[in-house]
């Protein structure tokens, strides 16, 4: 005959594994964004009435990257890229190019993974390492992290708290990841949440998205920025969005930005 574990027992040996598992992927709900808006703003990106954000991510790529690169210059818009420490190793000079035009370097994660078990030394080590590539490429000490996929966990949390970072996600994104987006398509979902004060999610890249997929997303800039500027809206970087940049410089979107930001220095031991 078969021995059965009394009910009461299994769930008493499973509740500290459950309490474990919680605790860890329960500051993730930050990705659903309704709550995100309405509990926390300042996660969402939220930044000053009259600017939006521009952002992307997952680069840099020495195909893609350089043609969002030339479409910025031609729209006079800078923005901010939130780049994988592996990628910028792999593109040094691509990453050196985002900052010579004028844009904002941001911390992506190592990787582009998705961190459904608990591994509170790997976050920290593998995100100080991302903010030490990402630094030494930019110059200058990396202030923004977005996790891949929006995934906040409390591991990671924690690793940015310990490596200086502040955490933004978006208020809008294009969906540009599929294989069936369209310049009209990405256009239209931005549309649909965009506000004064908001934060885009577009992506410069298909490292982590449908082959070709950035093509729809660099076809849709053009008329997004238009959009935005038809509506009264500056488009710029995090650093001008009324988020710890150089209030006099604001929305102003240009490549003249004058916003001090502090030398480089390796948050690493050693």
Not at 65 to 79: E, M, Q, S
Not at 87 to 93: L, S
Request: overall charge positive; hydrophobic content about 40%; aromatic content about 8%.
């Amino acid at each position: 005959m078969r021995q059965r574990i009394p009910t009461g027992r299994a769930v008493y040996a499973a509740a500290p594994i459950a309490a474990a598992a919680l605790a860890h992927v329960g500051p993730a709900a930050t990705w659903l964004p309704g709550l995100r808006r309405r509990r926390f703003p300042g996660l969402a990106g939220q930044g000053a009435p009259g600017h939006v954000a521009l952002t992307f991510d997952d680069g840099p790529d020495p195909v893609s990257t350089p043609l969002f690169l030339d479409a910025l210059d031609a729209l006079g818009v800078r923005a901010t890229f939130f780049v994988l420490g592996e990628n910028a190793v792999r593109h040094p000079a691509v990453a050196r190019e985002l900052v010579r035009r004028g844009h904002e370097l941001a911390v992506h994660g190592w990787t582009h993974d998705r961190p459904w078990w608990p591994s509170p030394a790997r976050d920290a080590r593998d995100l100080l390492r991302a903010v030490r590539v990402i630094g030494e490429a930019g110059g200058r000490v990396p202030r923004w992290y977005r996790p891949p996929y929006g995934i906040l966990t409390s591991g990671r949390w924690a690793a940015a708290h310990r490596a200086g970072l502040r955490p933004v996600l978006w208020t809008a994104w294009g969906k540009d990841w599929r294989h069936d987006a369209t310049p009209a398509s990405v256009r239209a979902t931005v549309a649909a949440d965009l506000r004064g004060g908001g934060t885009v999610l577009l992506h410069d890249t298909d490292h982590a998205s449908a082959p070709g997929s950035w093509r729809a997303t660099l076809g849709a800039l053009p008329d997004i920025v238009r959009d935005c500027r038809a509506a009264g809206l500056a488009v710029g970087p995090l650093g001008e969005h009324g988020r710890g940049g150089s209030p006099s410089a604001a929305g102003t979107g240009r490549r003249g930005w004058t916003g001090r930001t502090a030398p480089f220095r390796s948050p690493a031991p050693g």
